[in-house]
């Protein structure tokens, strides 16, 4: 005679919101929820928070050119909204960071209608203080730069986003009514778990590695603002930034990733490596506003990926802000496609997710 054991039930938690992803936008998010008065619970497959594209970035907090009129990339609730409540917090929470400003540069003269369509564009976006310079006035801001016409952004700056993340962490409660997918790389592969939701709202996922370089044997940086190039398919082109010790990176580069499965994606096990030998396409592409730049003065710093929502040669795809009006699933809030600005627009997503699906 034979028995049977049945399974144990599976053990059943009530809770009010969970945030999935422990990013820069996920822990604001949960924060701003926190605040709100709610019980938070965050979940995210890393050791720790900020594990992913949040800590492999620029750390750049951007003004707001760059992106579409109306978008919600740029949207007064987005990348300039959250430049300012980003700037005020971390002032407010001693958290590192300097408003350095950015030249965005044309090396060339047919580059200059692209500059002024971006000095109209971030103008119309409301990004104040933008200002156009002839190459000499650059120039003589930067010594080491090489350009035709300069557009100079003083409102652009640098974060730790270490500490900014780490001083938002301990403000939560910890402990869903509503459940915020804000998992970044792993977003689409993630919103495919969810029962009730329909793959067609679920918009198809690439991935853009970009690789930085920091500059070797140097004693003296020789920039003290942003520099950017024109931008360029996929990416804002290899630019200069600055960490808050003043050390410079170049970067990042464009390499499209194929074959990356769900599991891969939702496991975050991609290729962090940058291979040495990357550094021969930088230098071209640096010395066309740097020309000074020394033969083996770059080494391979750090790698990251961008969860993009359009493929090579597409047009570029705004994020993706879904809730149950569009998905038809109650208390599930997707968040696809938060590449750059994510990092400046963190603290404005969150107000918005909070505001627009708290019930």
């Known amino acids: 005679m034979s028995t049977t054991t049945a399974a144990a039930p599976a053990a059943k938690e009530k809770v009010d919101c969970v945030v999935i992803g422990a990013g820069v936008v996920g822990i604001a998010v949960a924060r701003e929820l926190a605040l709100k008065g709610r019980e938070v619970?965050?979940?995210?497959?890393?050791?720790?928070?900020?594990?992913?594209?949040?800590?492999?970035?620029?750390?750049?907090?951007?003004?707001?050119?760059?992106?579409?009129?109306?978008?919600?990339?740029?949207?007064?609730?987005?990348?300039?909204?959250?430049?300012?409540?980003?700037?005020?917090?971390?002032?407010?929470?001693?958290?590192?960071?300097?408003?350095?400003?950015?030249?965005?540069?044309?090396?060339?003269?047919?580059?200059?209608?692209?500059?002024?369509d971006l000095m109209k564009r971030g103008t119309a976006n409301g990004v104040h203080g933008l200002r156009m310079l002839e190459g000499f006035e650059a120039m003589k801001m930067e010594p080491e730069l090489q350009c035709v016409k300069a557009l100079l952004s003083p409102a652009s700056g640098i974060v730790d986003s270490h500490s900014l993340m780490l001083s938002l962490v301990p403000e939560l409660t910890l402990i869903p009514k509503l459940v915020v997918n804000s998992a970044g790389l792993s977003a689409p592969a993630l919103a495919k778990r969810f029962i009730g939701l329909d793959n067609v709202f679920i918009p198809p996922a690439y991935y853009a590695r970009g690789c930085y370089f920091s500059l070797a044997n140097t004693k003296v940086a020789p920039f003290k603002h942003l520099i950017y190039p024109i931008p360029e398919d996929g990416g804002l082109g290899v630019h200069v930034t600055l960490d808050l010790d003043g050390q410079i990176k170049f970067g990042p580069d464009v390499e499209w990733i194929d074959g990356i499965d769900d599991t891969l994606s939702f496991l975050n096990r991609f290729d962090y490596s940058v291979n040495a030998n990357r550094a021969e396409r930088f230098y071209p592409e640096i010395r066309k506003y740097y020309p000074d730049l020394r033969d083996g003065s770059l080494q391979p710093s750090y790698a990251g990926i961008r969860p993009k929502l359009s493929g090579p040669r597409q047009s570029p795809i705004d994020f993706i802000?879904?809730?149950?009006?569009?998905?038809?699933?109650p208390g599930l809030v997707n968040l696809f496609g938060i590449e750059s600005p994510g990092l400046t627009s963190s603290m404005a997503i969150a107000e918005y997710v909070a505001a627009k699906f708290l019930r």
Do not use: M, W
């Open 321 to 329: 802000i879904q809730g149950e009006d569009t998905h038809g699933v």
């Open 41 to 116: 619970l965050v979940l995210d497959s890393g050791p720790t928070f900020g594990t992913g594209t949040s800590s492999r970035n620029s750390e750049v907090i951007h003004a707001g050119i760059y992106y579409p009129l109306n978008s919600l990339k740029v949207k007064a609730i987005f990348c300039v909204r959250g430049r300012e409540l980003l700037y005020k917090y971390c002032s407010e929470h001693e958290v590192p960071h300097k408003q350095i400003g950015k030249l965005i540069v044309a090396t060339r003269p047919l580059e200059i209608p692209k500059l002024n």
